[in-house]
């Protein structure tokens, strides 16, 4: 069949499929590089939140203390409780900030269960804390809210981190 033909067309023949080879390697090899940058930023991005997960917890349970003491009826705790709650809320805030910049989009659906009863631990607080103005909330139930609330936040780094397909990538939220 290449008998008939000139020599470049020979020559071009030869090398058109070693050079089309190299060029689907080529961008098979980018596509894998490009989704692993891309990955990598979401951990970043993740990463950076670490340190807000653990400014919350510590702010929660100052709150729960604080709140706790309160209902001892500790004056002092209770000039203190609107302080504790407004360094929750700011903790809170930035933490909820820090999580739409990093981009919830890419995380598995357990991954956005969790996310989503973080935020419904949020409402839960805001509902606990109308609960414990109101006078309607026992020590018990004090503890009780505080301490599922915190065990949500503590819980979603790890699943969080499950997430991520670098497990050396994620190891940086535990």
Same mark, same amino acid.
């Given at each position: ?9 020979? !020559? ?8 089309? !080879? +190299?060029?689907?390697? &080529?961008?098979?090899?980018? *596509? ?7 990955? &990598?930023?979401?951990?970043? @991005? $993740?990463?950076? =939140? ?9 702010? +929660?349970?100052?709150?729960? +203390?604080?709140? $706790? #003491? ?9 000039? *203190? ?14 933490? #909820?900030?820090? !999580?739409? %910049?990093? *981009?919830?989009?890419? /995380? =598995? ?8 009863? &973080? @935020? ?15 006078? =309607?909330?026992?020590?018990?139930? /004090? %503890?009780? *809210?505080?301490?599922?609330? %915190? ?8 699943? !969080? ?11 940086? +939220?535990?």
């Amino acid at each position: 069949m290449l008998r008939n033909l000139g020599i470049r067309w020979k !020559i071009l023949a030869v090398l058109a499929l070693p050079v089309l !080879i +190299l060029v689907v390697g &080529a961008s098979v090899i980018s *596509g894998q590089a490009l989704s692993d940058a891309r990955s &990598a930023w979401h951990v970043r @991005d $993740f990463a950076d =939140t670490g340190d807000d997960f653990s400014i919350l917890i510590k702010a +929660l349970q100052k709150e729960r +203390l604080t709140s $706790f #003491n309160a209902v001892q009826s500790s004056q002092k705790a209770q000039k *203190g409780l609107r302080s504790a709650r407004t360094e929750t809320d700011e903790s809170l805030s930035s933490l #909820n900030q820090m !999580i739409k %910049i990093a *981009g919830p989009g890419f /995380l =598995t659906s357990r991954s956005r269960r969790v996310l989503n009863e &973080a @935020d419904q631990s949020q409402e839960n607080l805001q509902s606990l804390r109308r609960r414990f103005d109101a006078g =309607t909330l026992d020590k018990n139930d /004090l %503890i009780d *809210g505080y301490s599922n609330i %915190i065990s949500t936040q503590v819980e979603l780094p790890g699943i !969080i981190g499950d997430s991520f397909t670098n497990r050396e990538q994620g190891a940086e +939220l535990y």
